[in-house]
């Protein structure tokens, strides 16, 4: 299997990532099949060893047998095995392992309240450094921490006049399939407020939020940052179900809860998180169709922070 894998960490460009996909291979897959030719892997290997983490650490499991796949998928187009693959999916491991985990309880995040963004919002703006900056356009672009932490100038692409007059955007934040949660490209509208944070600080390449080591920025970074404007006493901005002071992940349920009580599009909130709905079909279509509506969404997303005066 190591034979196939080389190609595969060629096309990471995130050094995080191709560390990421080789310790869960490392730890995971490679002491049950690391000596096999591929086209001696069964799916009864597949299935032996992602049974002992299938219930106790799904999400890994379920990265694990995907990074599985693709490489399996590569071998086969080299005519190193021949298909079936027997990491797939569908009618395949679908049939020995549950799709569904039961029984576990999902942590929720802790969210801003929706009547706190105001106050939330001048006070993040009141505050220096690149953790700012970033936590900012996290926000604005309602983004997971890490691919804003992540972000890198080769992955902007902003537009001139004719195209932001035609389009009535500024550009496009493409994350790659590496740096995404669900290994699919995702694509971002770039707004005034968003390039009004990018613009600055452009460059050609490398990071646009760096650390002072010009790395990337810890997720401990942005949490830290949030803990502070919480206060001494922890009770600046809390979430209303739990209690708990609100983190930066939580942005998206408030986010998400916004588009819920004003009644906007679901298909266009949830391309905007990047989650997936419908089949893959309906999904497609709607990721390159919706830009424009998820520009209109983001805009509406500055006026609940940043000015309900408008």
């Given at each position: 299997?190591?034979?196939?894998?080389?190609?595969?960490?060629?096309?990471?460009?995130?050094?995080?990532?191709?560390?990421?996909?080789?310790?869960?291979?490392?730890?995971?897959?490679?002491?049950?099949?690391?000596?096999?030719?591929?086209?001696?892997?069964?799916?009864?290997?597949?299935?032996?060893?992602?049974?002992?983490?299938?219930m106790e650490k799904n999400e890994t499991a379920r990265r694990l047998r995907g990074r599985i796949e693709r490489i399996l998928n590569y071998a086969a187009v080299k005519k190193m095995m021949?298909?079936?693959?027997?990491?797939?999916?569908?009618?395949?491991?679908?049939?020995?392992?549950?799709?569904?985990?039961?029984?576990?309880?999902?942590?929720?995040?802790?969210?801003?309240?929706?009547?706190?963004?105001?106050?939330?919002?001048h006070d993040l703006q009141s505050r220096d450094g690149m953790g700012a900056k970033a936590l900012q356009f996290l926000t604005l672009s309602t983004c997971r921490s890490g691919e804003a932490r992540g972000m890198r100038w080769e992955e902007v692409e902003f537009f001139k006049g004719e195209q932001i007059e035609k389009l009535g955007f500024y550009g496009l934040w493409t994350i790659p399939a590496e740096r995404m949660k669900a290994d699919r490209e995702h694509v971002v509208p770039i707004i005034k407020p968003m390039k009004d944070i990018l613009e600055p600080m452009q460059k050609d390449e490398g990071l646009i939020f760096p650390s002072r080591k010009n790395t990337e920025l810890s997720d401990m970074t942005l949490s830290a940052l949030m803990k502070r404007m919480h206060g001494a006493d922890q009770l600046g901005f809390v979430d209303a179900a739990c209690g708990r002071p609100a983190v930066p992940h939580g942005l998206r349920s408030t986010f998400r809860n916004w588009v819920a009580e004003n009644a906007h599009s679901r298909e266009a909130a949830e391309l905007q998180l990047a989650h997936k709905f419908g089949s893959d079909v309906e999904h497609a279509y709607h990721r390159t169709r919706l830009l424009t509506q998820r520009a209109e969404l983001l805009r509406a997303v500055v006026w609940v922070f940043a000015d309900k005066t408008r």
């Amino acid at each position: 299997m190591e034979d196939a894998l080389p190609p595969i960490m060629e096309e990471l460009s995130n050094a995080k990532h191709k560390a990421q996909w080789l310790s869960t291979l490392q730890t995971y897959a490679l002491p049950f099949i690391g000596s096999k030719q591929v086209n001696e892997i069964t799916v009864d290997d597949i299935h032996e060893l992602l049974r002992p983490i299938w219930m106790e650490k799904n999400e890994t499991a379920r990265r694990l047998r995907g990074r599985i796949e693709r490489i399996l998928n590569y071998a086969a187009v080299k005519k190193m095995m021949s298909l079936p693959n027997p990491a797939a999916w569908q009618g395949n491991l679908s049939v020995l392992l549950p799709s569904k985990v039961q029984g576990r309880r999902i942590e929720h995040h802790p969210s801003l309240q929706l009547k706190d963004t105001q106050r939330w919002w001048h006070d993040l703006q009141s505050r220096d450094g690149m953790g700012a900056k970033a936590l900012q356009f996290l926000t604005l672009s309602t983004c997971r921490s890490g691919e804003a932490r992540g972000m890198r100038w080769e992955e902007v692409e902003f537009f001139k006049g004719e195209q932001i007059e035609k389009l009535g955007f500024y550009g496009l934040w493409t994350i790659p399939a590496e740096r995404m949660k669900a290994d699919r490209e995702h694509v971002v509208p770039i707004i005034k407020p968003m390039k009004d944070i990018l613009e600055p600080m452009q460059k050609d390449e490398g990071l646009i939020f760096p650390s002072r080591k010009n790395t990337e920025l810890s997720d401990m970074t942005l949490s830290a940052l949030m803990k502070r404007m919480h206060g001494a006493d922890q009770l600046g901005f809390v979430d209303a179900a739990c209690g708990r002071p609100a983190v930066p992940h939580g942005l998206r349920s408030t986010f998400r809860n916004w588009v819920a009580e004003n009644a906007h599009s679901r298909e266009a909130a949830e391309l905007q998180l990047a989650h997936k709905f419908g089949s893959d079909v309906e999904h497609a279509y709607h990721r390159t169709r919706l830009l424009t509506q998820r520009a209109e969404l983001l805009r509406a997303v500055v006026w609940v922070f940043a000015d309900k005066t408008r």
